[in-house]
């Protein structure tokens, strides 16, 4: 399949077209973009810096992706994005190049949703098969797990870490780590409850949403500290991957200042 450029679209000779790749009126492909087979840019898109885009991704009108992180200490080093395959861009998402402050590399996985205004900041690393609803906000050094989704109007704080499987409720604030596989929401969030809806969805056991279960109310109805909730887990039968994950995010959070696990290094990363 042939490349399909729109007359008033502006595309550097230097930048990396795969096979089927369309691009819609007035948008700008930078010199050190490197686009896969099958995407779509629809019109007004502007792709810079040095940006990697997978296989059959579709980019909506006014996205930005690649300019420059909103970072005061940024001195135009040529850092990345590297985006994979099957993901949707709507109206207006911006995701930016990431600072040298971690390993120079803003991260998007694999088939995922983002709605029209989402930001995804400077240093991210965002998993798969996630969505973001409208104005969905992440800051700088963000990781995001696997399946989560994130409602309209959220704010993810800097080093914060949203935990697989979660599901975070619209206009909420996240100052701290999200536990996998719960429902939070607040200003500032607070787990709620077991994403059990989410869990079945994904083909977890009854068995993993029963230990999941009891760990959160021990963690979070009865708060009995997290030592003792894992002792009371794990005393009572095989210890399920999902109950150790589940632990050991709870662990680095704790480790973490300000509930955020990765706050460990936010002074190098300052």
Do not use: W
């Amino acid at each position: 399949m042939s490349v399909v450029i729109a007359q008033t679209a502006v595309v550097d000779p230097r930048a990396q077209l795969g096979n089927g790749v369309r691009i819609g009126h007035f948008s700008v492909i930078g010199p050190h973009a490197k686009i896969g087979d099958g995407t779509l840019i629809e019109e007004h898109v502007v792709i810079t810096g040095h940006s990697t885009i997978g296989e059959d991704n579709h980019i909506f009108q006014g996205t930005v992706i690649g300019a420059h992180p909103q970072d005061t200490s940024y001195k135009d080093a040529p850092t990345k994005v590297v985006i994979g395959d099957n993901n949707v861009f709507r109206e207006h998402c911006t995701v930016n190049r990431a600072t040298e402050k971690e390993d120079g590399l803003t991260e998007i996985g694999h088939d995922n949703y983002f709605m029209a205004g989402t930001h995804v900041a400077h240093d991210c690393k965002v998993g798969d098969r996630i969505v973001i609803a409208n104005n969905g906000m992440l800051g700088g050094h963000v990781r995001v797990g696997n399946d989560v989704t994130i409602a309209g109007g959220v704010g993810v704080s800097h080093f914060a870490s949203v935990g697989q499987l979660s599901f975070v409720s619209a206009m909420s604030r996240v100052l701290h780590d999200v536990p996998p596989y719960t429902i939070v929401d607040g200003q500032p969030t607070k787990p709620r409850a077991v994403n059990t809806i989410g869990l079945k969805r994904h083909g977890y056991t009854s068995e993993d949403i029963a230990v999941l279960t009891q760990a959160f109310k021990l963690l979070y109805r009865a708060r009995v500290g997290v030592d003792k909730a894992r002792e009371i887990v794990y005393s009572q039968g095989p210890i399920r991957p999902v109950i150790k994950h589940l632990f050991d995010c709870v662990d680095r959070s704790c480790n973490g200042r300000h509930g955020r696990g990765q706050d460990q290094r936010s002074k190098k990363a300052a």
